[in-house]
């Protein structure tokens, strides 16, 4: 299930501890960079590998909101509407997402291109609204710079 | 004043570590080295430093217990988890000058005589973490960390540990739950993770600000560190600003500046000279103040004697324009999906709260349901686990305490409506 670069990885970090449970979160990001989720196959294979039940894995991992347990669109947007970004216009941009790419909340347009995730705060609120696209970062977007910068994830 | 945590950071690039030593870097370590542990420990003592995350407890008194324990090895970690709405304050620090936090980390370490540190750092923030861990290589090819530090017997090895998107592992011990692999919920105290933290080991966890101030203290002394700021809680602070200001961002000013300062000298007075209407001083589960209170002194001791807290030094400024009604509804939402699900009042409670705020928002607000929230939030108040239920009652409490109007109007509207239908 997990390819062999996958594992080494894995095992490379876990030597940053003396317990090899502490490498859990670790080993579910790469897991989820190589498959862009983390499927109950892979779910029981890190558990096999770090040698901690499947059902906790699952238990771990469902309990944080970056890890995804369901197939994602090719490109994550990750929209912040709390409070600094949402007095500076962003529930307006999921608005805009919605009638531009047809895509609600948490979910993924039907071509696969995007996924949405309403995030709760990410930092950059004297910048806001602010965004992640995959792992780049944008702020100070606006209703016209928002289709603009999402129009470079084909 | 004088900048130390930001200082240079807009005129180079410090993330490379040829450029930070140009400018004065590595060399407090090297004075360090030279010190016994035990007068580091009492050195940050004298020097009155509180953490920054938000508590504000003497640092040097939270290090001499981890040191005072002889279980080894020791852990030091770093808590890079802001994830307190309106904080971003750790965040120059952490992209732009992170050999200040790693060369307080190492101090820090040696301090405590920890082997091991950890950078837990929100997974929200991935430029970070390439940044830290170039940084940290960087430190590592240069003998400053690894075994035998410069020459001397003092080992230390520090890796980054990204989250994965959990408010609550802010919390100490959350974070460590976290850390070692599980569900990132609070533990109860005592045992304390200074006694028994990481993998049962002696752990302090200090903030990413608190660690950075470390250079600066042995720097220049615990003495002349101590006159910075307000004698209780002397010091640089990072204020994150954001909201309706003409310049918001990360200020490093003297703590004890007082908000008005904060808002009109330094981040130019409210966007488009409206009218102040409402100030969130601390992040958002700190309480809502009114205009008249901007006078208050910004630090951990003034804050509480004006209603509210320093909590990280988030200040959220807004405006005549904005419906408070809606930001306390945000908040909520915000708290109902970060309760991490281990006390039923918290759990249960916030997503009352949320829902009788939502309906009030949207129109179907009834008579009555002003004192229902404040009865919710009575019951969730000193009966949750943690601060994080805690912090949710007191925002709902303070804003109608200080904005009722604000939720009143949103029903009566309704009212006038139905009654014309009605007529
Ligand atoms: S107060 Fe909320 S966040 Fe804290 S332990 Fe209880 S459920 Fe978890
Ligand atoms: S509120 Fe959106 S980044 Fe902080």
Redesign the pocket.
């Known amino acids: 299930m997990l390819s062999e670069r996958v594992v080494n990885e894995i095992n490379q970090i876990q030597k940053r501890y003396l317990d090899a449970r502490a490498c859990l979160l670790p080993a579910l990001y790469v897991v989820q960079r190589e498959h862009g989720w983390i499927s109950p196959d892979a779910l029981e294979a890190v558990g096999d590998l770090l040698n901690v039940p499947k059902a906790t894995v699952k238990g771990v991992s469902t309990f944080y909101s970056m890890f995804r347990h369901r197939p994602i669109g090719r490109h994550v947007i990750q929209l ?6 949402m007095i500076m216009g ?1 529930e307006r941009l999921v608005d805009i997402l919605r009638s531009r790419y047809g895509i609600e909340p948490n979910s993924t347009t039907d071509d696969g291109r995007f996924s949405l995730v309403i995030m709760e ?5 004297g910048t ?3 965004m992640l696209v995959d792992s780049d970062f944008y702020d100070n977007l606006t209703e016209e710079n928002v289709i603009e910068i999402l129009e470079r994830y084909k | 004043m004088e900048r130390f945590l930001l200082k240079n950071i807009d005129r180079s690039d410090l993330t490379d570590m040829d450029e930070y030593i140009k400018f004065g870097g590595y060399s407090a370590i090297l004075k360090a080295l030279e010190m016994k542990p035990s007068d580091i420990i009492d050195e940050v003592k004298r020097s009155g430093l509180r953490g920054r995350g938000g508590a504000g407890f003497p640092t040097g008194m939270k290090w001499s217990f981890a040191a005072a324990d002889p279980k080894k090895p020791k852990y030091l970690i770093c808590n890079a988890d802001e994830g307190e ?2 904080t ?1 304050k750790d965040k120059p620090i952490l992209e732009k000058n992170p050999h200040l936090l790693i060369e307080g980390m190492i101090i820090s370490g040696y301090a405590l005589q920890a082997e091991y540190g950890y950078i837990y750092l929100r997974g929200e923030y991935p430029k970070a973490k390439d940044i830290l861990e170039k940084a940290i290589k960087q430190a590592y090819n240069r003998g400053y960390l690894g075994d035998n530090i410069h020459g001397k017997e003092v080992n230390f090895h520090l890796y980054v540990h990204q989250g994965a998107g959990a408010y609550i592992c802010g919390e100490e011990t959350a974070l460590i739950e976290s850390l070692e692999g599980k569900r990132g919920q609070p533990k109860i105290k005592p045992p304390f993770p200074v006694n028994e933290g990481f993998l049962s080991k002696p752990t302090v966890v200090n903030n990413v600000e608190t660690l950075a101030n470390i250079p600066y203290i042995i720097e220049i002394g615990a003495e002349a560190y101590s006159k910075i700021g307000s004698p209780e809680c002397p010091g640089p602070k990072l204020f994150s600003v ?1 909201g309706n200001v003409k310049n918001p961002g990360v200020y490093e000013l003297p703590m004890g500046t007082t908000l008005r300062e904060i808002i009109y000298t330094h981040c130019g007075g409210i966007r488009d000279d409206k009218k102040l209407k409402a100030v969130i001083p601390g992040g958002i589960s700190t309480p809502i103040l009114t205009p008249d209170k901007i006078d208050c002194p910004m630090d951990f001791v003034n804050m509480p004697k004006y209603g509210s807290m320093l909590g990280s030094g988030a200040v959220m400024v807004f405006d005549e324009t904005v419906d408070l009604a809606k930001i306390c509804l945000r908040a909520m939402k915000f708290f109902e999906h970060e309760s991490c699900g281990k006390c039923t009042p918290c759990r249960e409670g916030i997503g009352w709260m949320r829902a009788i705020l939502e309906r009030i928002c949207s129109g179907s607000g009834m008579a009555g349901d002003i004192e229902l929230l404040i009865e919710v939030s009575k019951n969730i108040a000193g009966k949750t686990f943690c601060p994080l239920g805690d912090g949710a009652a007191v925002v709902v409490q303070s804003f109608i305490n200080n904005f009722r109007q604000e939720f009143e109007q949103h029903i009566s509207k309704e009212f006038s409506k139905e009654i014309k239908v009605a007529a």
């Open positions: 912040c509407t709390n409070v600094a970004c962003a705060c990410i930092g950059a609120c806001a609204p602010a | 709405p309106g971003f954001s």
